[in-house]
């Protein structure tokens, strides 16, 4: 038999529905009739229900959700299930539609639900999950085909058992929604996420989805005034661009709000603007422009601690976009600034490529490793164990040492074979690796490993600064500058100095300008004189104690205190490991007086360290 071969027009991406393309395509249309035929008299597990639906429902998601036009591979979608539940051979399908779409069916069939369930169990069947789903390389457009599968199940499960539908999910949250994350195609992470947890927590989804509902920043009208605001804003500047929003998924939010407030959880609804332009540079700088825009009209609301370049810098999974967090009355929003083709990308990454008729996508093939508590990960072929660690956790990689792969030591720097079990093995702890590391990474990797040399740079230079600093106030009777901070008539005081000096509201700001030159000691000290910070002005006596923990010690140094005329202002202190160590601010002590107390605590064989300034 002849082979079909598809025919591609301009017109074929007009209709919107699948039935439409079928109409105008002999090649989809032929694929269509096989799988109908094939699954003749099959039903979906509630026994009424045709199964070729299923069929037609994969391929509806792949065409109409996903804008994939190509009919080879919404071929796929339709004999997906063809030589596992049906009598058709892969032969069969070889010779009438040709190899790619028979390699498709067949990759998409080592993916039978009897192959996902030894996911289920991490300890019991994890040997035969790494046989079964580490046999080759995850093929993108494999995946894409498998993630379409399963999206429709997971959107289709009212007939099953309630176990089987707990067994799915928990394969679609440790499996899938990482497969669709690793290729980038985060609008499916999302609902497989939320269609997940439905069913593996119901409890919390009920929980987070009534939080989600009865937040402000979900509610219509405030989605309806910032979307329109934003618009309309831009709109006056002559910017042409698009406003969408979207919400986090239910899973992600419950994991953030581990660690924090939910108002301050900033992605719990983002707006989205996009912007269209005729070429890079013109986008790149309408991006900026309504960047400019924001931040003037939100102005004192933007958290300057959370602003995001992956514009200029992408993520490491390729994500581009400005990112700004607002602090509003109705809790933390993100709003990100970025081209219309950058946010396809951000949305669907592989898939967005495929759409654009890029079809040798082998740049994006996966291999699996797994934890050693059974958990999949997934990584180009050539990651190796500082990729792995460093992907876990970044801490994790600046500390590693070696890795068991398979239960043999290896260097990091070997590669890791598909389908291993790699464990990290950790050493001291460090910000940031030996300075080598970086030439045997992937580039995400080494963005990581490069960010945290500058982070071990700025803590030198602010280790350095604030030794600079301590010289110079300890001779104005202070220790540290937060303790005059912390005093109401001086706050403000401290606050414009730290402005004047290009470190607004940041003593560490300061620290690390100092430490790095950029301000000099000379600067400081003029900014101190000029603004009364120091000895004779205040009257300031700063004392540090320390020596091993026990009661009464705190009673002898303020009754002495108070003895010498002495006033405390401030006190702070902390014990660990049986050792205590007191800070204290006082006013009102003479120089005779401040001697003496210097003298009674260095007396005092309860205290092992004094320092008196």
């Known amino acids: 038999m002849e082979i079909l071969h598809p025919s591609f027009s301009p017109e074929l991406a007009a209709p919107t529905r699948l039935e439409d393309l079928v109409a105008k395509e002999p090649f989809l249309q032929k694929a269509w009739d096989v799988a109908e035929t094939a699954h003749a008299g099959q039903t979906r597990k509630?026994?009424?229900?045709?199964?070729?639906?299923?069929?037609?429902?994969?391929?509806?998601?792949?065409?109409?959700?996903?804008?994939?036009?190509?009919?080879?591979?919404?071929?796929?979608?339709?004999?997906?299930?063809?030589?596992?539940?049906?009598?058709?051979?892969?032969?069969?399908?070889?010779?009438?539609?040709?190899?790619?779409v028979a390699f498709g069916v067949e990759s998409v069939t080592q993916f039978s639900p009897e192959n996902e369930a030894k996911l289920i169990k991490a300890e019991a069947d994890f040997e035969s999950a790494k046989k079964v789903f580490?046999?080759?390389?995850?093929?993108?457009?494999?995946?894409?085909?498998?993630?379409?599968?399963?999206?429709?199940?997971?959107?289709?499960?009212a007939a099953i058992t309630p176990q089987k539908r707990t067994e799915n999910g928990i394969t679609s949250l440790n499996y899938f929604a990482p497969l669709a994350e690793s290729l980038g195609m985060w609008v499916v992470k999302r609902e497989l996420e939320n269609l997940?947890?439905?069913?593996?927590?119901?409890?919390?989804?009920?929980?987070?989805?009534?939080?989600?509902?009865?937040?402000?920043?979900?509610?219509?009208?405030?989605?309806?005034?910032?979307?329109?605001?934003?618009?309309?804003?831009?709109?006056?500047?002559?910017?042409?661009?698009?406003v969408s929003y979207r919400k986090n998924s239910l899973v992600k939010i419950m994991d953030k709000a581990k660690n924090n407030l939910f108002k301050d959880i900033d992605d719990v609804i983002s707006f989205r603007v996009t912007v269209s332009s005729k070429d890079e540079r013109s986008i790149r700088n309408e991006c900026m422009k309504a960047l400019g825009v924001i931040w003037e009209e939100f102005g004192g609301t933007e958290d300057q601690k959370r602003f995001d370049n992956f514009y200029f810098v992408p993520r490491d999974n390729g994500y581009s976009a400005f990112q700004v967090t607002l602090n509003l009355p109705e809790g933390a929003i993100k709003i990100a600034i970025t081209s219309k083709e950058k946010e396809d990308y951000n949305n669907w990454g592989v898939l967005s490529s495929l759409k654009k008729g890029k079809t040798d996508l082998k740049k994006y093939a996966l291999k699996l490793v797994f934890t050693p508590m059974g958990e999949v990960k997934f990584f180009p072929p050539s990651a190796n164990g500082f990729d792995y660690a460093y992907h876990i956790d970044e801490k994790l990689g600046a500390q590693a040492m070696e890795m068991l792969v398979n239960g043999?030591?290896?260097?990091?720097?070997?590669?890791?074979?598909?389908?291993?079990?790699?464990?990290?093995?950790?050493?001291?702890e460090r910000i940031a690796p030996d300075a080598g590391v970086v030439h045997h990474v992937l580039p995400k990797t080494k963005q990581k490993i490069d960010r945290?040399?500058?982070?071990?740079?700025?803590t030198e230079q602010q280790k350095s600064g604030r030794e600079i600093v301590t010289k110079i106030i300890s001779q104005r009777g202070l220790l540290n500058l937060y303790d005059i901070l912390r005093l109401k008539e001086y706050s403000r005081i401290i606050m414009d100095i730290l402005d004047q000096l290009g470190s607004k509201g940041s003593l560490t700001r300061l620290y690390q300008s100092i430490g790095s030159g950029v301000v000099s000691e000379k600067d400081l000290i003029s900014e101190l004189d000029r603004n009364g910070i120091t000895k004779e002005a205040m009257g300031f006596t700063s004392v540090?104690?320390?020596?091993p923990d026990g009661p009464g010690r705190l009673n002898f140094f303020t009754s002495t205190v108070e003895k010498l005329g002495g006033n405390i202002r401030r006190n702070y202190g902390e014990s660990a490991k049986q050792i205590f160590t007191q800070h204290f601010v006082i006013e009102n002590l003479n120089e005779g007086a401040e001697k003496k107390l210097g003298e009674l605590l260095k007396k005092d064989p309860r205290i092992a360290k004094v320092i008196v300034v």
């Open 196 to 242: 997940s947890l439905q069913y593996t927590d119901s409890k919390k989804f009920e929980i987070y989805s009534g939080l989600m509902e009865k937040d402000p920043r979900t509610n219509e009208h405030f989605i309806a005034y910032m979307t329109s605001f934003l618009t309309e804003k831009l709109k006056d500047e002559g910017t042409e661009c698009k």
């Open 452 to 458: 945290q040399f500058l982070e071990l740079e700025m």
């Open 46 to 100: 509630d026994g009424k229900t045709p199964y070729f639906t299923h069929c037609i429902g994969v391929a509806r998601i792949m065409y109409e959700e996903w804008g994939i036009t190509d009919p080879e591979k919404l071929s796929v979608g339709l004999l997906h299930d063809t030589i596992e539940d049906t009598d058709l051979t892969l032969d069969n399908i070889r010779t009438v539609f040709g190899e790619e």
């Open 544 to 547: 540090l104690i320390e020596g």
């Open 408 to 428: 043999q030591r290896q260097d990091l720097a070997t590669i890791i074979p598909n389908g291993a079990v790699v464990k990290i093995l950790g050493g001291e």
């Open 134 to 157: 580490a046999k080759t390389l995850i093929d993108p457009i494999v995946a894409i085909y498998k993630l379409a599968d399963r999206l429709y199940n997971m959107r289709d499960m």
